[in-house]
């Protein structure tokens, strides 16, 4: 599209998450107008890192805003697998992409601040939640909780798991449980039992469980996170240092006694759920972006990263095609088949062994999912 055409679009994005600012940061960049719509009264992230893959900040290089993501993050160099008691299987340099060989370790309370910090003043509305969409074909109608209703050429859907968007437009399907649960927090390094050696992202797995230590260098801390399989589905289930202690049990020591020695109000307790493929993302004035289109489990710790990947295809979509219909076809074809191969590879995160284990003598869909 002329870029005096794409000016004149006026985009509403729905959810300031990783890949609702990330749209936002790459339509505007476009000259688009752009405002985000965001539920929640203040931004805030769960305590736990991620990972930012090269092709990741490889984006934010094209966008002008590498220094504000590498600013607070460190760069890895590689990412190991070990087994619960410390016995290297694997260690892989993390696949890069063109001169960027480094993955950024992010907390995820300092990655939201700084994507939202480089957007223009103004273009995120706190406290918009989205309750209705009437898509009237080439713009569409949003209204928000208290009757507000505003007027878009494009509406991104960037909501989330839960997406409303996709809801009303694309699928009424429920989220799937994945059979596992993720404890996460984050703890100074000095408490880490001396498990922090380098800057570098370790996953330990035992049977049915998996530890990752993600060292945060530049805040002196690492995320500990706790990914395990358990039958409870409940979205925020109670787990007591007990549970948590069970569940490392028969780790290195070090990893046990983290657990033991952490303040369990800081821990971060969810039960895991990804959602089925979705047939179609786009209608010609509506689009689903980052986990409204594709929320994966983290086994391949790709959910973000994709969501952000989502924001710049779609600019460069823009930017391509003829028309906005034109684009969010050109978009979908581009980000789909991606997206559904890491949908489905992240769904294998543990064995058929594991999961009888913990679910005998059954196989709930959720534990094993359909390919
Ligand atoms: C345990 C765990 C570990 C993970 N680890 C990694 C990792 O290492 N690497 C990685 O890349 N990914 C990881 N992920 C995945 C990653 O967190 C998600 O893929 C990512 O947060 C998706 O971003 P998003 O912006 O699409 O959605 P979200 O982050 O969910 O943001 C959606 C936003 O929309 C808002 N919203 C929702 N509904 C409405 C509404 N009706 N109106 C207005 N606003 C609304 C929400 O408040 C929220 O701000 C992990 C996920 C989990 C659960």
């Known amino acids: 599209m002329q870029l005096s055409e794409i000016k004149n679009l006026k985009i509403a994005v729905v959810g300031a998450g990783y890949g609702g600012a990330a749209a936002a940061k790459a339509l505007s960049l476009l000259g688009a107008q752009v405002d985000v719509y965001e539920q929640a009264s203040r931004i805030g992230e769960v305590g736990a890192g991620i990972g930012l893959r090269p092709s990741t900040m490889n984006r934010f290089r094209a966008w002008?805003?590498?220094?504000?993501?590498?600013?607070?993050?460190?760069?890895?160099?590689?990412?190991?697998?070990?087994?619960?008691t410390g016995d290297p299987i694997m260690k892989e340099a993390w696949p890069a992409a063109g001169e960027q060989a480094h993955t950024h370790l992010i907390h995820r309370g300092d990655f939201i601040d700084a994507l939202l910090g480089v957007l223009p003043e103004g273009m995120v509305h706190l406290g918009h939640r989205l309750e209705s969409l009437q898509d009237r074909g080439d713009r569409s109608v949003l209204t928000f909780a208290g009757g507000k209703a505003v007027e878009a050429d494009l509406v991104v859907g960037a909501d989330g798991i839960k997406s409303v968007v996709r809801r009303q437009l694309f699928s009424?399907?429920?989220p799937v449980f994945s059979g596992e649960h993720a404890y996460r927090t984050v703890i100074p390094v000095d408490a880490a039992h001396g498990m922090v050696v380098d800057d570098n992202l370790r996953m330990y797995i035992g049977r049915g469980t998996k530890i990752y230590l993600l060292p945060l260098?530049?805040?002196?801390?690492?995320?500990?996170?706790?990914?395990?399989?358990?039958?409870?589905?409940?979205?925020?289930?109670?787990?007591?240092?007990?549970?948590?202690?069970?569940?490392?049990?028969?780790?290195?020591?070090?990893?046990?006694?983290?657990?033991?020695?952490?303040?369990?109000?800081?821990?971060?307790?969810?039960?895991v759920y990804d959602i089925d493929p979705v047939d179609t993302w786009h209608t010609d004035s509506v689009v689903l972006v980052g986990d409204a289109a594709h929320s994966m489990l983290h086994h391949q710790?790709?959910?973000?990263?994709?969501?952000?990947?989502?924001?710049?295809?779609?600019?460069?979509a823009l930017r391509d095609a003829d028309s906005v219909k034109e684009a969010l076809a050109l978009y979908q074809a581009t980000r789909k088949p991606v997206t559904d191969e890491l949908q489905r590879i992240s769904r294998q995160g543990w064995t058929e062994e594991e999961i009888s284990d913990v679910f005998p003598g059954q196989k709930p869909a959720a534990a094993a999912p359909k390919e």
């Not at 358990?230 to 070090?254: I, S």
């Open 172 to 174: 009424e399907r429920d």
């Open 301 to 316: 710790g790709q959910g973000a990263n994709s969501a952000i990947e989502d924001g710049g295809a779609l600019a460069d």
């Open 217 to 271: 260098r530049h805040r002196g801390q690492v995320s500990f996170d706790v990914t395990a399989l358990n039958p409870d589905g409940t979205w925020a289930p109670r787990v007591t240092r007990d549970d948590l202690l069970a569940t490392v049990a028969g780790f290195d020591e070090r990893l046990v006694n983290i657990a033991r020695d952490l303040d369990m109000d800081t821990v971060n307790v969810r039960a």
């Open 64 to 84: 002008g805003i590498f220094d504000a993501i590498a600013g607070v993050s460190s760069p890895s160099d590689y990412f190991e697998i070990l087994s619960a």
